[in-house]
């Protein structure tokens, strides 16, 4: 027995062990099987557990508590709420009671499945038993499920439960929760629990102040975050990367290239850290954007010494950029030069920004680094937006074969049928869309919608009716996107009647319709003179509180529809 816990053992030997023990007559006592049971959960052969549990139940072997307790601590593992209950049950059944293991492995199974509220109510109502006694780790797995969940109230409140119970609380906790109001744009809540923290005697470090600063970088309180910085430089907390990175995000996230700037030169002046290639990720992703070109030259010189490689997200700005506008990229350019000698994009005027784009992922290729879907799907965008649909079409055939480049995925299509839908290749798009579902791909309400759009577009209606007909074959449920885009196919070609129809079918399947459905018909009705259907829906949507779109709206205020303007008033 003790060999099989203590030495290298195999499952094999285990098992082996377990055969001696049921041959053996008359059978041993409990404990030695829960010592098998144990060492097989031990290493992670959770499953194995069970098959020996059910051997030993055939044989009429008791469990005791430990025994379910290991079995517990297995469904927690295997994310099995359900037998986990079932465990529960039986230890009630046998009188055998519950103690602090149980309602560990308990509340850690159902927070592992996501059920963080029934954990929160199990654990209150198991919490109250005598032989169970409530330890922070407990609340520690709680708090973080709650958080995950965005029920931060009921962590922030399980948490003053704890103070009053005078239960130990240590940082983590306060992290996890200051984490999830920053999260939710509720940084000044944060800072409460940040000062009661102090309170408390719990010393800060890296990780609290850096939810502060993402939470305050979201709302573009920046002189909030410069406290806060500030504050944890005068601690002597050095600020890691992380926090760095969030800072120059925050400045990028509202415009404010010079404070990024800053912040990435100060991260130079410490020395401790060295901007990485998230940093300059970040800032390429910005300037590929906005298109800044001049405040990026004096940065450019500041960064030539350091050689940064550049990873695949850096690449996939820059292809990005490159498909949008070469007077965009300029910058970019330059400060990509600047730290990786390596990228060759052509300055030259007679290049286009689709060809330093193709060359670009070429480049990719040849550094050794996997292109990402993303990186694709950003060139066979730009193909298409540059109206190069044969280039788009044979790189997305190249990169199926090319054993460098991901698989196409869902991603892939969209684009590519997208493309074809926005550039009226309507046959194109049907043939790929026919494809996709060969190749075994799951029917898409995405590349429905997109496909549904296109033949509308094209006055393909019937074929759009059809297809939109066929959703529910498909397991596919139209949602508001899908309605209003046959909507507007239908009042295009003036069949005002079916689009009337529609409203009703959207109401009887769960959709409501919402400003967009109404608008489109009240337009196609003023158009064709007829107010009466017209009213009705402007009453439709008073009563649901729903605004009519700009375009109506105007025809209104317009005088052109006076019965309507008397309406609005009211």
């Known amino acids: 027995m003790k060999h099989c816990v203590h030495g290298k053992n195999t499952l094999s030997d285990a098992r082996s062990v377990f055969s001696e023990l049921i041959r053996m007559e008359p059978l041993p006592p409990n404990f030695m099987f829960n010592y098998i049971l144990g060492f097989v959960s031990k290493n992670g052969w959770f499953a194995d557990v069970f098959l020996l549990y059910r051997k030993m139940s055939v044989l009429g072997i008791p469990p005791n508590l430990f025994t379910l307790n290991v079995l517990m601590h297995c469904c927690a593992c295997l994310k099995e709420t359900r037998s986990g209950w079932c465990l529960l049950g039986q230890m ?31 654990f209150d109502k ?41 239960c130990y609380s240590d940082l983590q906790m306060y992290n996890v929760i200051m984490y999830r109001l920053c999260c939710d744009g509720r940084a000044g809540e944060a800072v409460i629990f940040f000062e009661k923290m102090l309170e408390r005697g719990i010393s800060p470090h890296a990780v609290p102040y850096c939810s502060l600063i993402v939470g305050f970088c979201k709302l573009g309180k920046f002189g909030e975050v410069v406290r806060y910085f500030d504050q ?37 002046q410490t020395g401790v850290i060295s901007p990485g290639v998230v940093a300059f990720g970040i800032l390429v992703d910005h300037l590929c954007k906005q298109g800044k070109e001049g405040e990026t030259r004096e940065l450019t010189n500041q960064l030539i010494e350091y050689g940064t490689e550049c990873g695949v997200a850096t690449y996939n700005s820059l292809i990005y950029g490159l498909c949008l506008s070469d007077s965009c990229l300029d910058g970019a350019k330059d400060l990509f030069k600047s730290t990786e000698d390596r990228c060759t994009i052509d300055k030259g005027s007679t290049i286009s920004p689709i060809d330093n784009a193709t060359a670009l992922f070429s480049q990719i290729l040849g550094e050794d680094l996997k292109p990402t879907n993303a990186t694709c799907r950003a060139l066979i965008g730009g193909l298409f937006d540059a109206k190069k649909i044969k280039a788009a079409t044979r790189f997305f055939n190249e990169i199926q074969l090319s054993s460098p480049s991901p698989s196409p995925d869902l991603g892939f299509y969209k684009v590519m049928i997208n493309g074809f839908c926005e550039n009226g290749l309507i046959e ?20 429905s919608s997109i496909l549904v759009n296109g033949l509308c577009s094209a006055g393909r209606l019937e074929e759009a009716t059809k297809m939109f007909d066929e959703m529910p074959d498909k397991s596919l449920v139209p949602d508001l996107v899908v309605y209003n885009l046959k ?22 399947k769960g959709s409501s319709p919402d400003s967009v459905s109404f608008s489109t018909i009240i337009l196609s009705s003023l158009e064709r003179n007829d107010t009466d259907n017209a009213i009705r829906l402007l009453e439709d949507m008073r009563s649901r509180n729903l605004k009519p779109n700009g375009t109506v709206a105007s025809l209104i205020k317009d005088g052109k529809f006076k019965s309507a303007l008397e309406l609005t008033k009211k």
Do not use: W
């Open 92 to 122: 009630i059944k046998r009188g055998l009671g519950i103690n602090d293991a149980t309602v560990h492995f308990l509340v850690k199974c159902l927070c592992s499945c996501g059920e963080s509220v029934v954990a929160l109510q199990a």
């Open 126 to 166: 198991m919490s109250q038993q005598e032989d169970v006694k409530v330890t922070d780790l407990r609340y520690g797995i709680l708090m973080l499920a709650l958080c995950r969940a965005g029920k931060v109230d009921l962590a922030i409140e399980l948490l003053r439960r704890m103070v009053d119970k005078d």
């Open 232 to 268: 944890m430089v005068k601690l002597g907390i050095s600020p890691d990367e992380y926090n760095y990175n969030s800072l120059i995000q925050g400045f990028c996230q509202f415009n404010l290239l010079e404070g990024a700037i800053k912040a990435l030169i100060y991260m130079k």
């Open 428 to 447: 194109e798009a049907l043939k790929l869309y026919s494809n996709f579902e060969r190749d075994g791909f799951e029917p898409s309400i995405e590349l």
């Open 487 to 508: 909507i507007n196919g239908l009042c295009k070609k003036g069949k005002l009647g079916e689009a009337n129809d529609l409203l009703l079918e959207m109401e009887e």
